[in-house]
């Protein structure tokens, strides 16, 4: 039987004044959520969606339906809050979320947010990203290396947000099949527009998770990040193994999810 063990970090960076980034991280589920860029109170929406699928994936539940039960709720509760107030208009995330239920292990993703897999040294990117340029790419009008200065390059084409969500800019979801001594690494487009793979690889790395998600944020914001950078780092381990970090709690909350004040469904808005 396998689970998460492992740690995080967040850091708003040293231009935002709010982190609209979240994190959560359990024995049986890790997510992470970038508020989209010119929303309004993207730490809401970020914060929201993150808690809503931590409550929504259970020891045992099946990781596939689990997380399209997630991303539905986060879709009603979002769709509530614009319907209930002018000012909640346009709350969106972006949402990378992986959930396990001992031996079957699944993948949601929207926006630019990654996922990687660290298995024998060699680092794989679990997730692609839904932006406007990588869409370029794929059709041939932009070259790769040109990504990384397109004024657009943040500009995401899918995300969880209010219905309606067209077919086409739902979220993605992948069954992975992960196996004890894996490592992965879910984060925010803070750490992977300042850090190129190879370098995410070697300090990814790292033995102790806490270290290495520590150490990738830093290393994000000395490389001149400006955004907020958020770092999951998870071990597959053995249900039977003792946890290093030991989680707090039901698991850990990082950026806008440490403030339950940013979660509509925890504030009164709509219930969950």
Request: glycine share 10%; with cysteine; hydrophobic share 45%.
């Amino acid at each position: 039987m396998l689970r998460f063990d492992g740690s995080g970090a967040s850091d708003r960076g040293p231009v935002r004044e709010v982190n609209e980034d979240a994190g959560f991280l359990g024995t049986h589920v890790l997510v992470v959520a970038d508020g989209v860029g010119g929303s309004a109170a993207g730490e809401v929406a970020s914060a929201t969606t993150a808690y809503v699928v931590s409550r929504a994936v259970t020891p045992g539940a099946d990781p596939m339906l689990a997380l399209d039960k997630a991303v539905r709720r986060a879709i009603d509760v979002l769709s509530a809050a614009e319907a209930a107030s002018a000012e909640a208009g346009g709350l969106g995330t972006t949402l990378t979320a992986l959930a396990i239920d001992g031996d079957r292990a699944a993948l949601v993703h929207a926006g630019d947010s990654r996922a990687y897999l660290l298995r024998a040294g060699g680092l794989a990117r679990l997730t692609r990203d839904h932006t406007y340029v990588q869409r370029l790419v794929d059709d041939g009008f932009l070259a790769p290396e040109g990504m990384t200065q397109h004024p657009w390059r943040h500009v995401v084409t899918r995300s969880i947000h209010a219905l309606p969500i067209p077919d086409d800019e739902r979220p993605e979801y992948l069954e992975l099949a992960l196996v004890a001594g894996d490592r992965v690494l879910l984060c925010t487009d803070g750490l992977t527009d300042c850090l190129d793979d190879e370098r995410i690889a070697a300090l990814l790395a790292i033995p102790r998770a806490d270290e290495a998600a520590r150490v990738l944020v830093d290393e994000a914001l000395l490389a001149g990040g400006r955004d907020n950078v958020t770092c999951l780092v998870a071990d597959i381990v053995t249900a039977h193994a003792t946890p290093r970090p030991r989680l707090p709690g039901d698991g850990l909350r990082l950026g806008s999810l440490a403030d339950d004040g940013n979660v509509l469904a925890a504030s009164g808005i709509t219930a969950y």
